[in-house]
């Protein structure tokens, strides 16, 4: 027994000697020389650790052994390194890693809710960078969005291939988010874009198509993230001013300003800086326009502030609170006088001032625990109070918080699993007082072969509006006289990703998803413009599915680097809501409505891609969509039915659009460029109630180009100065009926960075 104690002691302490060497470090970009969180360190092809939030790591060896370790991170190249370490000594080793070639590498999170290289994703993805956002002098993000291909903003309603149409106050089925946040407003469920720190955004994600296996009710359509960006080792501050000219439209007539100048002015900051172990940005912006359309004037302020505590006594636990808050007012006009000399003043009734005061309160919790798991509490409060001058004024609260664990085994399969209450509370005399309550579950699986990526997941939802329920399946609906219990979906989705060369992907999805309706769609009642709306308190949630085949790749002209990328899609919608044309009581007005079913399929090709190309930098986004939008409604075998009559309301068939930047030196041009084909099917009472709607689409009834120009020079180091001149050839068009959109504008301005 002592012989057998005395040789496990020898052996305990050969192996505690054994392990008695240290290597540590940090690890940094090769080009900014910023820190890198979460890159992961293997010793001799195993597990060994990762990164802190400063970019710091330790690893204790095995000493007087030759060790290769490998530092690996998404969107870089690998760093190999072949280390042997003494008894007791501790070895520094700092790696400064460089990006990989392609755009393809670029790496995204919102596809699983963890960073993923965007070739290897399962679905369809687009990624707008902060440059284009800044150099269109981007006041509001809907304005930047509209550039990518395949998305379109009609008067502050989202849709990606051609989901949505135009929904005027009818919520949005596509899903708006900021640092994975919901921002859709309480009641309405609709999108103040202006609301969003444009000037503090690191990138702009868009999901194509049903998305509410991860996200939930809005992400029918598919998914805008916001992510807002984080200090990095240097203190910077920015400033952007500018100022903005309506130019006359080609009908002169239409010009109701004289000789006066309708302006726009604006000026916006952020500052961000690391303060030892707490991360704080600031920023804001005042933005006041004249407008050109009569009485449609629009004044806002806005202040944000983020900020990030990291722990020194635990390791990769952090916490913070970001707040935003804006009060923004001007005048609303719903539709023309007339298409000529009224084109841009109000019809009789139209026109409505307001003042809107927003807020959002956001803490939040991170922990990323030893073993690898992560943990993140996401809560929020916002709050929406908006003044009118029609009495229809209302207050909304909501009170957001979603847990979600992740864990990654292996680097080869990560396991995502969440919880979400979100609780709704309003007060308005358009659609009056209710409160909503929503909970949620939901799970994904991502694993990866070798070249297949493989993902899975789903989503189990509890609704409840007032004394309507909602509860968790597929299909069943059962309905009671005075009240109504539904059982509403599980969702669920699917997808495939195949590598079949270093930089081809091939993939295929298929995701369920539903879209329950805004509290204003079942509740509103009012009087706009003569436009009687009715509401609907059978209003039943709306669910479908969506499917995609689709190749990326990538692509590489001289030193000119991207992705094309080519998609087949079809979209399904059961009990699709649409607000539509009824009479109620002997009065004629508009009502939100479950229509039946509608399909929607087509093709989506993109290119994306910057680089050089000779001594002259090429930054490149564009792409083309095509979409057959139709009404399943109608008997195929009735005649009397017209083909016009089977496309969905306010949708088109083809949208196009490019935007190139080019470079040299310190001097910069740009050129955007978006074309529209013909809205072919709106509301025909549009048509016989409101002046002018049906000839003027009679005349202009081919589709529409809009191209804008843009030229910068780099005065200095920190000082840029732009000229932007939007729908440069003064094109007179409409996106909706009865409302021109801005003519030729020119703008300067002037961006400063230190």
């Given at each position: 027994?002592?012989?057998?104690?005395?040789?496990?002691?020898?052996?305990?302490?050969?192996?505690?000697?054994?392990?008695?060497?240290?290597?540590?470090?940090?690890?940094?970009?090769?080009?900014?020389?910023?820190?890198?969180?979460?890159?992961?360190?293997?010793?001799?092809?195993?597990?060994?650790?990762?990164?802190?939030?400063?970019g710091?790591?330790?690893?204790k060896?095995?000493?007087?052994q030759?060790?290769?370790?490998?530092?690996?991170?998404?969107?870089?190249?690998?760093?190999?390194?072949?280390?042997?370490?003494?008894?007791?000594?501790?070895?520094?080793?700092?790696?400064?890693?460089?990006?990989?070639?392609?755009?393809?590498?670029?790496?995204?999170?919102?596809?699983?809710?963890?960073?993923?290289?965007?070739?290897?994703?399962?679905?369809?993805?687009e990624v707008?960078?902060?440059?284009?956002?800044?150099?269109?002098?981007?006041?509001?993000i809907?304005?930047?969005i509209?550039?990518?291909?395949?998305?379109?903003?009609?008067?502050?309603?989202?849709?990606?291939?051609?989901g949505?149409?135009?929904t005027?106050?009818?919520g949005s089925r596509?899903?708006?988010?900021?640092?994975?946040?919901?921002?859709?407003?309480?009641?309405?469920?609709?999108?103040?874009?202006?609301?969003?720190?444009?000037?503090?955004?690191?990138?702009?994600?868009?999901?194509k198509?049903?998305?509410?296996?991860?996200?939930?009710?809005?992400?029918l359509?598919?998914v805008?993230?916001?992510?807002?960006?984080y200090?990095?080792?240097?203190?910077?501050?920015?400033?952007?001013?500018?100022?903005?000219?309506?130019d006359?439209?080609?009908?002169?007539?239409?010009?109701?300003?004289?000789?006066?100048?309708?302006?726009i002015r604006?000026?916006?900051?952020?500052?961000?800086?690391k303060?030892?172990n707490?991360?704080?940005?600031?920023?804001?912006?005042?933005?006041?326009?004249?407008?050109?359309?009569?009485?449609a004037?629009?004044?806002?302020?806005?202040?944000?502030?983020?900020?990030?505590?990291?722990?020194?006594?635990?390791?990769?636990?952090?916490?913070?609170i970001?707040?935003?808050?804006?009060?923004?007012?001007?005048?609303?006009?719903?539709?023309?006088?007339?298409?000529?000399?009224?084109?841009?003043?109000?019809?009789?009734?139209?026109l409505?001032?307001?003042?809107y005061?927003?807020?959002?309160?956001?803490?939040?919790?991170?922990?990323?625990?030893p073993?690898?798991?992560?943990h993140?509490?996401?809560?929020?409060?916002f709050?929406?109070?908006?003044?009118?001058?029609?009495?229809?004024?209302?207050?909304?609260d909501q009170?957001?918080?979603?847990?979600?664990?992740?864990?990654?085994?292996?680097?080869?399969?990560?396991?995502?699993?969440?919880?979400?209450?979100?609780?709704?509370?309003?007060?308005?005399v358009?659609?009056?007082?209710?409160?909503?309550?929503?909970?949620?579950?939901?799970?994904?699986v991502?694993k990866?072969?070798?070249r297949?990526?493989?993902?899975?997941?789903?989503?189990?939802?509890?609704?409840?509006?007032?004394?309507?329920?909602?509860?968790?399946?597929?299909?069943?609906?059962?309905?009671?006289?005075?009240?109504?219990?539904?059982?509403m979906?599980?969702?669920?989705?699917?997808?495939?990703?195949?590598?079949?060369?270093?930089?081809?992907?091939?993939?295929?999805?298929?995701?369920?998803?539903?879209?329950?309706?805004?509290?204003?769609?079942?509740?509103?009642?009012?009087?706009?413009?003569?436009?009687?709306?009715?509401?609907?308190?059978?209003?039943?949630?709306e669910?479908?599915?969506?499917?995609?085949?689709?190749?990326?790749?990538?692509v590489?002209?001289f030193?000119?680097?991207?992705?094309?990328?080519?998609?087949?899609?079809?979209?399904?919608y059961?009990?699709?809501?649409?607000?539509?044309?009824?009479?109620?009581g002997?009065?004629?007005?508009?009502?939100?409505?479950?229509?039946g079913?509608?399909?929607?399929?087509?093709?989506?090709?993109?290119?994306?891609?910057?680089?050089?190309?000779?001594?002259?930098?090429?930054?490149?986004?564009?792409?083309?969509?095509?979409?057959?939008?139709?009404?399943?409604?109608?008997?195929p075998?009735?005649?009397?039915?017209?083909?016009?009559?089977?496309?969905?309301?306010?949708?088109?068939?083809?949208?196009?659009?490019?935007?190139?930047e080019?470079?040299?030196?310190?001097?910069?041009?740009?050129?955007?460029?978006?074309?529209?084909?013909?809205?072919?099917?709106i509301?025909?009472?549009?048509?016989?109630?409101?002046?002018?709607?049906?000839?003027?689409?009679?005349?202009?009834?081919?589709g529409?180009g809009?191209?804008?120009?843009?030229?910068?020079?780099?005065?200095?180091?920190?000082?840029?100065?732009?000229?932007?001149v939007?729908?440069?050839?003064?094109?007179?068009?409409?996106?909706?009926?009865?409302?021109?959109?801005?003519?030729?504008?020119?703008?300067?301005q002037?961006?400063?960075?230190?």
């Open positions: 027994m002592r012989i057998f104690s005395t040789f496990a002691l020898f052996i305990f302490s050969i192996i505690l000697n054994a392990q008695n060497a240290t290597v540590k470090g940090k690890v940094t970009d090769a080009v900014s020389h910023e820190a890198l969180p979460g890159v992961s360190i293997f010793v001799d092809a195993n597990g060994g650790t990762s990164t802190d939030l400063d710091n790591y330790e690893l060896l095995s000493a007087s030759i060790h290769k370790l490998e530092y690996k991170f998404l969107g870089y190249k690998s760093f190999l390194r072949t280390v042997n370490v003494k008894d007791g000594e501790t070895m520094k080793i700092d790696a400064s890693l460089t990006s990989e070639d392609a755009v393809i590498d670029e790496v995204v999170v919102s596809a699983g809710k963890f960073e993923q290289n965007i070739g290897e994703v399962t679905v369809s993805m707008l960078k902060p440059a284009l956002i800044n150099n269109k002098n981007t006041t509001q809907d304005n930047a509209d550039q990518i291909p395949g998305v379109e903003v009609v008067d502050g309603s989202a849709n990606i291939r051609g949505s149409g135009w005027y106050g009818a596509v899903l708006v988010l900021v640092d994975d946040l919901p921002l859709l407003t309480a009641g309405v469920s609709d999108v103040q874009w202006n609301f969003i720190p444009v000037e503090n955004l690191s990138q702009v994600e868009v999901i198509g049903a998305s509410s296996a991860l996200f939930g009710s809005s992400a359509n598919g805008i993230h916001m992510r807002t960006a200090p990095t080792d240097k203190p910077e501050t920015k400033i952007t001013t500018f100022m903005t000219y309506y006359s439209p080609a009908n002169k007539d239409m010009k109701w300003w004289g000789d006066t100048l309708q302006l604006g000026i916006s900051f952020s500052h961000s800086v303060l030892d707490v991360d704080l940005i600031t920023g804001g912006n005042y933005f006041d326009d004249d407008g050109y359309i009569q009485g004037f629009g004044k806002r302020s806005r202040f944000n502030v983020n900020t990030r505590w990291r722990s020194k006594k635990i390791e990769g636990l952090s916490a913070g970001n707040f935003n808050t804006q009060v923004n007012g001007g005048g609303n006009v719903l539709y023309w006088l007339n298409s000529d000399s009224g084109g841009l003043k109000p019809a009789a009734g139209t409505s001032d307001f003042t005061y927003k807020t959002t309160f956001d803490p939040f919790v991170t922990y990323f625990t073993n690898g798991c992560k993140s509490l996401r809560t929020r409060y709050r929406t109070y908006d003044v009118n001058n029609t009495q229809q004024g209302f207050g909304g009170i957001y918080a979603e847990y979600q664990f992740q864990k990654e085994f292996n680097k080869k399969l990560v396991l995502t699993l969440g919880a979400m209450s979100n609780f709704t509370f309003v007060k308005a358009l659609f009056g007082d209710h409160k909503q309550y929503n909970y949620a579950i939901y799970g994904q991502d990866k072969w070798n297949i990526t493989l993902s899975f997941g789903a989503r189990s939802e509890y609704f409840k509006l007032d004394s309507t329920t909602t509860l968790s399946n597929f299909v069943y609906v059962k309905p009671y006289v005075n009240d109504t219990v539904m059982m979906p599980v969702m669920l989705r699917s997808g495939i990703n195949y590598q079949l060369f270093e930089y081809t992907y091939l993939r295929a999805s298929y995701g369920q998803g539903y879209r329950y309706p805004s509290i204003s769609e079942k509740y509103i009642e009012t009087n706009a413009g003569g436009i009687q709306i009715f509401p609907n308190h059978d209003l039943l949630p669910t479908g599915w969506s499917a995609e085949i689709g190749v990326k790749q990538g590489k002209i030193n000119w680097k991207g992705y094309l990328d080519v998609a087949g899609f079809w979209t399904t059961n009990s699709m809501m649409e607000f539509t044309f009824t009479a109620i002997g009065k004629l007005g508009f009502q939100s409505q479950n229509n079913n509608a399909r929607i399929n087509g093709i989506d090709i993109s290119l994306v891609g910057d680089g050089k190309i000779g001594p002259i930098n090429v930054a490149f986004m564009g792409g083309y969509t095509y979409m057959d939008p139709i009404d399943l409604n109608f008997d075998n009735d005649t009397t039915i017209s083909e016009t009559d089977k496309i969905l309301k306010y949708h088109y068939h083809h949208q196009g659009k490019f935007d190139v080019l470079g040299y030196k310190i001097f910069s041009l740009g050129m955007s460029y978006r074309y529209t084909s013909f809205m072919v099917n509301d025909k009472v549009f048509e016989s109630v409101i002046p002018d709607v049906a000839s003027y689409r009679a005349e202009h009834n081919t529409v809009i191209m804008d120009f843009r030229a910068a020079v780099q005065i200095a180091t920190s000082s840029k100065v732009s000229l932007i939007n729908n440069a050839t003064n094109v007179e068009y409409t996106e909706r009926p009865a409302f021109f959109q801005p003519f030729r504008t020119f703008t300067i002037y961006a400063l960075k230190f």
